[in-house]
Each structure stands twice: as structure tokens, then as C-alpha cells.
């Protein structure tokens, strides 16, 4: 999928998403006033129901799955589905219970928001811009040519896998369920507080991994641009002398 494309069905997503949070909220209400339930008692909560939660629901997964469609496809035109596919399809899986909370909730704030924001989003939302780069149009490499600036920018990005696994929360439910395993499920819940620990370094907040993401986004930059402005990284050879006896 070319970067025209992609970046029509990555906007196709993120309008349904927001319609969802916002404007189908407002839809319901037109609904219900043109359809009268209001002077029947108990008439209206079956449109409610559909329309505030069967159909937010379904929109959200509709938009959910365009996004990683789309993310998919272009990381397969770019020749990067390998590399970097399981790592997207990992951030989607770790923010999907939060575009769901923030598409399906009613008259939500933005301290609710802000503490229900995983740190995977962030990550997530930097890759998906910096997809919709014409790569394919000029000269330069998706993630640089400049072996530094690739190995900065696959650390943070592991950095932002572990965050992931990390701070889904529902995954050792998900292994119990769907695997039947509820040791591993047992070990995982047990890991993940462990690993949130790791990842602190100590501090306790999150500021770790602000950093880390700073540095993902700064790599990121640098990578585009031009290769004679980025320095590659040279070994430096050591001659020996020879010593005459």
C-alpha cells in the first residue's frame, strides 16, 4: 500500500473512531426524538442499548481493524512486515482496551484519559506517522541508512515492546482462557509488576519511558534525513606498528 492510500485509510480509522467517542452520542439523541419512543415508557432503551453499545462497540473494532489493516499492508509495501509487523500487531493488542474505553465511554474527561493512556499508544501513534512518509518517492530508507540511528531506534522500540507486555493487563486472563494454561497465566501476572519495575529503573514513574520515547521520536527524525547529513558510523581500524629488532 502506497503512502496516498495508507494515509486515506489511516484518517477512514481514526473519523470512525472519533464519530464513535463523539458524534454518535448526539446521533442517538436525533434518533429518539424522531422516532417518538420518548412518550413510551421503556421504549427507548432498546435504541439506546443498540446505538450506545452494540454499534459504539462494533464501529470501534471496525476502526481498530482498518488501522492495523492499513499499517499491515504498508509495512508489506515497504518490505518491513517482518521486522516490524509483530511489533505493531503487539501495540495494537496493547492499546486496543483503550480505544475501546475512549470510543465506547460517555462524557469522558481528560484526567480519565490521560490515566488510562498506555505508554504502547504513544509508540504506536509515532510508527503510524511515520508511515505515511512517501518513502517511496525518493531516495530515502524507511529508518534510515545510518546503522546508529537503526540500532537507536529498534532499542526504543523494544524498550516500547516491554512496556507493552507490561501494561496489558488482561493478557494472563486471556492465556487462562483461551489456552487453558492457568499456570503460564499465573507466571505472567506475576511478571508483568516485575517488569513495570525494570522498566521504571528505579524512579517509579514514567519518566523512563518519556525518555525512551523522546529518543524514538528524535531517531525517527534523523532518519529522514538526507544520508550525506547523517554521519555512518565508522569503525576505527587500530594499525599496528611493527617493531623492529
Known sequence: MFAGR????????????????????????LVLQLSHC?????????????????????LAWIAIGILFGAVMLR?????????????????????????????????LQWQAISAALPLAFLFLACLLAYLAIAFEEGDTRPF??????????????????????????WLPWAVAKALALPALSAVIANLQPRLQAALALGFGTILPGIFVLSLFVVALLLTLL?????????????RLRQVRH
Open 226 to 238: 538526507p544520508p550525506g547529513l547523517v554521519p555512518p558510523l565508522r569503525r576505527k581500524r587500530v
Open 6 to 29: 495508507y494515509l486515506w485509510w489511516m484518517l477512514t480509522g481514526i473519523i470512525l473512531l472519533i464519530f464513535s467517542a463523539i458524534c454518535l452520542d448526539h446521533l442517538t439523541w
Open 144 to 169: 534510515g541508512a545510518s546503522p546508529l540511528l537503526r540500532g537507536i531506534v529498534r532499542a526504543a522500540a523494544l524498550y516500547g515492546a516491554l512496556a507493552a507486555l507490561a501494561e496489558m493487563n
Open 38 to 58: 420518548v412518550e413510551m415508557a421503556g421504549s427507548c432503551m432498546l435504541v439506546v442499548r443498540f446505538m450506545g453499545g452494540t454499534l459504539k462497540t462494533a
Open 75 to 107: 509495512l508489506g509495501y515497504l518490505a518491513l512486515l517482518r521486522s516490524w509487523g509483530p511489533l505493531a500487531a503487539l501495540w495494537f493488542m496493547a492499546c486496543a482496551p483503550f480505544l475501546l474505553f475512549v470510543a465506547t465511554g460517555e462524557r
